[in-house]
């Protein structure tokens, strides 16, 4: 009877997940990083996975940059969101002691998908090497970012 308890616990998805720590405040921050985890599980089971890092959004901007022709004030606001996006891999490179805009021009050479890893330093298929974002977390951080922005123009 309780391993059938059991079964159907996990059969539907249903797990108790204990956080042991030191103290309250490190219980609460492992609690904090478990949670975020869910959540990133189950955005990425409903939409899937991309190369993480950042490594999607500067490559999907070379891409951009290169079909869209814009001018004037279009030509403006392009060119500070592909900035922006540049951020996040920026960030994680200098994190890991390279320089951000090396590590830009250089994953813009790569394939898709290929990037930086910032743990081993080497560049790698992101995906293979288990580097991913799920893609619903990234798509929102978009959306958000060009919702505020337009509340300021």
Known sequence: EKLQERLAKLAGGVAVIK??????????????????A???????????????????????????QNDV?????????????FRAIEAPIKQIAENAGLSGDV??????SLPDGQGLNAA???????LAAGVTDPVKVTRS???NAASIAGLFL
């Open 103 to 108: 590590v830009i021009d250089k994953v813009r």
């Open 69 to 81: 022709k814009l001018e004037g004030d279009e030509a403006t606001g392009a060119a500070i969101v």
């Open 120 to 126: 081993t330093n080497e560049y790698e298929d992101l």
């Open 19 to 36: 956080v042991g720590a030191a103290t309250e405040v490190e219980a609460k921050e492992r609690k904090h990083r478990i949670e975020d």
């Open 141 to 143: 951080a978009l959306q």
């Open 38 to 64: 869910v959540r990133n599980a189950k955005a990425a089971i409903e939409e899937g996975l991309l190369p993480g890092g950042g490594v999607a959004l500067v490559q999907a901007a070379a891409k951009a």
